[in-house]
């Protein structure tokens, strides 16, 4: 069966810091790939995903990921975190001729310190 | 992106009363909507797909006569959870489906007492 894993559940960093965020799958078709975003009190948000193209996906407020197909990663970044980037981070993973159901990873949450 | 409301955003019941849980597609027709269900400190993990004037299709493992879906109309999908007991407590969530991308509600926390 299709798993997604996120390695970090836990996150902790100081403003101005990098972020990266692990992601990776198991499928090995051709999949389509998500990040949400979950701000404390809020609905879920997309992030950015990749369907195709340049593997390297710029998203909203300055996250980028990058698609490697020969790892099955999908890494979340980020070059200088602020606090309100505080949230929890879901990756998602889609396979395409597959319906349109997603499959979550168990998420990590970043708190980015002052 | 898609806009996505859901009603209530939380509701506290009884064990063994039913509970209707409504997320409505308020910019976009939706023929497709989603059901989720997130566990404390867990993933979402997908209950059903709700498809306008069919039957809803669910993930294996969903109880569907515990878990009604009737998605009416094309802005409307309920998610009825019948004979409500405390294991089914627990934040569930809809999202519609746009440009094959899923759009998410605000979510409705159960506690059944």
């Known amino acids: 069966a299709q798993s997604v894993s996120q390695h970090n559940h836990h996150v902790i960093l100081s403003e101005a810091a990098s972020l990266e965020l692990g992601c990776n799958y198991s499928?090995?078709?051709?999949?389509?790939l998500f990040w949400y975003v979950q701000y404390p009190g809020q609905h879920l948000q997309l992030l950015l995903k990749y369907f195709s193209g340049d593997p390297l996906v710029k998203g909203i407020k300055g996250f980028e990921a990058e698609f490697i197909k020969s790892k099955f990663s999908f890494n979340l970044r980020k070059p200088s975190v602020q606090w309100s980037d505080t949230a929890e981070y879901f990756c998602?993973?889609?396979?395409?001729?597959?319906?349109?159901?997603?499959?979550f990873g168990t998420g990590t949450q970043l708190k980015v310190e002052l | 992106g898609a806009v996505v409301s859901q009603h209530p955003s939380w509701v506290i019941c009884k064990s063994g009363t039913s509970v209707k849980i409504e997320c409505r597609s308020l910019d976009f027709q939706a023929t497709t909507m989603f059901w989720y269900r997130q566990f404390p400190k867990q993933s979402l993990m997908l209950m059903a797909t709700s498809n306008e004037g069919s039957k809803a299709t669910y993930e294996q493992g969903v109880e569907k006569d515990k878990f009604l879906i009737n998605h009416a109309s094309l802005t409307l999908s309920t998610l009825t959870v019948t004979s409500a007991h405390p294991e089914d407590s627990s934040f569930y969530i809809c999202?519609?489906?746009?440009?094959?991308?899923?759009?998410f509600g605000p979510g409705t926390r159960l506690l059944v007492l």
């Open positions: 499928y090995g078709g051709t999949v389509n």
């Open positions: 999202s519609r489906l746009l440009q094959e991308t899923q759009y």
């Open positions: 998602a993973v889609r396979l395409t001729g597959g319906g349109n159901k997603l499959t």
